[in-house]
Structure formats: structure tokens, C-alpha cells
């Protein structure tokens, strides 16, 4: 009879066991779900259009992400910032233009779906002046004025509207160079909106810095360059026009 009571016993013992010991790794999870849930949502990020691995795509397109890669990691001034891709479009039959704006759009859409506060968003072949002009990235975006549009990081043949300019920013009235630039949340649906007209004119050359201009206008807000400028745009093959393109002067 005593060792079927202590047998019972035995069985109590593991019953209760494996119950406090369910219930203490729920605590734990829980603890992480908690804990997860209270971290702050990444507010920034890096987004770079590339036709590297693009099926049709010119032949100068290869490496050229990992390129602009290795640039940025040589600099070392986003080591904590994930840098994601967004993949370019190319089709022979579209017009100049019309690829770039597309995969713009869809870059947008990308940067919503993580939850982005603030991103910057390049072609493959830009490059940083300097390590301090990386470095200036960040808070340039950061701290521009409450009206911006975007943050213009390079271009050329500017036309500035220095009525709007700012110690550290140049109001633009319009200016070429959609390869380096940075955008806050609440005007990615603007943006995107202005480049959806875009693609529907018809036009013979698609222009994602005449939207720009568009949009600026019809909703008081303000197209900034960055003072000084943080990127270039070397020589390289140009994917809207199909041919060797020199580098160009930011400075007109």
C-alpha cells in the first residue's frame, strides 16, 4: 500500500513540475513579448536603387550595389543603419525615365511597409565627398525645416529660391539629381502620388525632379538642397539614356 501512495506522490511531484515550469516559461516569453513590443520602431534607414542582378539589364550594372557598398563601408558612418535595396526596373520599350520613377514608387512603398521616420534614398553610383559629408547625413535630414518636401543630398543646373533658404539649406525651385536624397514620413504619400501623374502623361521623357517641382507648388511645401551639398554623381553608364555619362558638376 506505501508504494502506491508514494508511486501517487511521485506523480503529484511531476505534475506540479511540469506546470510551474510551463507557467515560468510563459512568464519569460511574455517578458520578451514585452520587452519587444517597447522598443522604439527603427526611425531611419538607407535605401539604394540598383539594377545589379535585374534580368536584362546592361552588363554595367554588375557590382555596381556592391560597389556603393564597399564605398559606404569604407567611410564607416552607418554602421548602425541597415541598408536595404530596392530593386530597379528596365525594359528597353520604356521611355527615359519611366524605369527610375516606377521603382521609385516602389521604394516608397518599401520604406512605408518598414515603418521608416526618415530615409535616404540613392542610386548605386553616387558617392560621398568625405567621411564628414556621410556623417552629416543623418541630422541634415533630421533637422530641416518643418516645410520640406525632401532633402536634395546632390544635383546640378539648380535654381534656387533663396526667399525659402536657410542657414544649412537652399530652397530649389527645381534642379536635376533624383540620385541622392531624403524624405520624411509624412510626405512619402505626396511624393508618391506626384510620380503616379508622372507615369500617365505620356510624355517622351518621364521626370521624377519635374514632380517634384509639381507637388512642391500645389502643396506649399519646399524642395531643400542640402548646404553643402553631400554627394556626386561620377562618371559612370547612365540607365535613362543608355550611354557613358560624365560626371557632373554639382555646382551649376
Same mark, same amino acid.
Request: hydrophobic letters at 40%.
Given at each position: 500500500?506505501?508504494?502506491?501512495?508514494?508511486?501517487?506522490?511521485?506523480?503529484?511531484?511531476?505534475? /506540479?513540475?511540469?506546470?510551474?515550469?510551463?507557467?515560468?516559461? $510563459? *512568464?519569460?516569453?511574455?517578458?520578451?513579448?514585452?520587452?519587444?513590443?517597447?522598443?522604439?520602431?527603427?526611425?531611419? !534607414?538607407?535605401?539604394?536603387?540598383? /539594377?545589379? !542582378?535585374?534580368?536584362?539589364?546592361?552588363?554595367?550594372?554588375?557590382?555596381?550595389?556592391?560597389?556603393? @557598398?564597399?564605398?559606404?563601408?569604407?567611410?564607416?558612418?552607418?554602421?548602425?543603419?541597415?541598408?536595404?535595396?530596392?530593386?530597379?526596373?528596365?525594359?528597353?520599350?520604356?521611355?527615359?525615365?519611366?524605369?527610375?520613377?516606377?521603382?521609385?514608387?516602389?521604394?516608397?512603398?518599401?520604406?512605408?511597409?518598414?515603418?521608416?521616420?526618415?530615409?535616404?534614398?540613392?542610386?548605386?553610383?553616387?558617392?560621398?565627398?568625405?567621411?564628414? &559629408?556621410?556623417?552629416? @547625413? *543623418?541630422?541634415?535630414?533630421?533637422?530641416?525645416?518643418?516645410?520640406? @518636401?525632401?532633402?536634395?543630398?546632390?544635383?546640378?543646373?539648380?535654381?534656387?529660391?533663396?526667399?525659402? &533658404?536657410?542657414?544649412?539649406?537652399?530652397? =530649389?525651385?527645381?534642379?536635376?539629381?533624383?540620385?541622392?536624397?531624403?524624405?520624411?514620413?509624412?510626405?512619402?504619400?505626396?511624393?508618391?502620388?506626384?510620380?503616379?501623374? $508622372?507615369?500617365?502623361?505620356?510624355?517622351?521623357?518621364? &521626370?521624377?525632379?519635374?514632380?517634384?517641382?509639381? =507637388?512642391?507648388?500645389?502643396? !506649399?511645401?519646399?524642395?531643400?538642397?542640402?548646404?553643402?551639398?553631400?554627394?556626386?554623381?561620377?562618371? &559612370?553608364?547612365?540607365?535613362?539614356? *543608355?550611354?557613358?555619362?560624365?560626371?557632373?558638376? $554639382?555646382?551649376?
Amino acid at each position: 500500500m506505501f508504494s502506491v501512495y508514494a508511486k501517487l506522490g511521485m506523480l503529484a511531484f511531476v505534475i /506540479l513540475w511540469v506546470f510551474g515550469a510551463y507557467s515560468a516559461w $510563459e *512568464r519569460v516569453e511574455e517578458g520578451h513579448r514585452l520587452r519587444k513590443n517597447s522598443e522604439p520602431p527603427t526611425q531611419e !534607414g538607407i535605401y539604394v536603387l540598383t /539594377l545589379q !542582378g535585374v534580368a536584362s539589364a546592361d552588363k554595367h550594372n554588375e557590382h555596381r550595389f556592391d560597389t556603393f @557598398l564597399a564605398h559606404i563601408r569604407s567611410l564607416g558612418c552607418f554602421q548602425d543603419m541597415h541598408i536595404n535595396i530596392c530593386k530597379g526596373i528596365y525594359k528597353s520599350e520604356l521611355q527615359p525615365g519611366y524605369g527610375t520613377t516606377q521603382a521609385y514608387i516602389q521604394c516608397l512603398d518599401h520604406i512605408r511597409k518598414d515603418g521608416i521616420a526618415e530615409a535616404h534614398i540613392f542610386e548605386d553610383d553616387v558617392r560621398f565627398y568625405d567621411y564628414e &559629408s556621410c556623417l552629416g @547625413l *543623418r541630422e541634415k535630414l533630421r533637422s530641416a525645416p518643418k516645410d520640406t @518636401l525632401l532633402v536634395m543630398y546632390g544635383g546640378h543646373d539648380w535654381k534656387y529660391d533663396m526667399a525659402k &533658404s536657410v542657414v544649412g539649406y537652399n530652397g =530649389v525651385e527645381r534642379a536635376w539629381g533624383a540620385y541622392g536624397w531624403g524624405i520624411r514620413k509624412d510626405a512619402i504619400r505626396l511624393v508618391q502620388d506626384g510620380f503616379r501623374k $508622372e507615369l500617365v502623361l505620356g510624355s517622351a521623357y518621364i &521626370s521624377p525632379e519635374n514632380s517634384w517641382a509639381k =507637388v512642391a507648388k500645389e502643396s !506649399g511645401r519646399t524642395i531643400y538642397a542640402a548646404e553643402p551639398l553631400l554627394v556626386e554623381h561620377p562618371a &559612370s553608364w547612365s540607365n535613362t539614356w *543608355r550611354i557613358p555619362r560624365q560626371k557632373v558638376n $554639382e555646382s551649376l
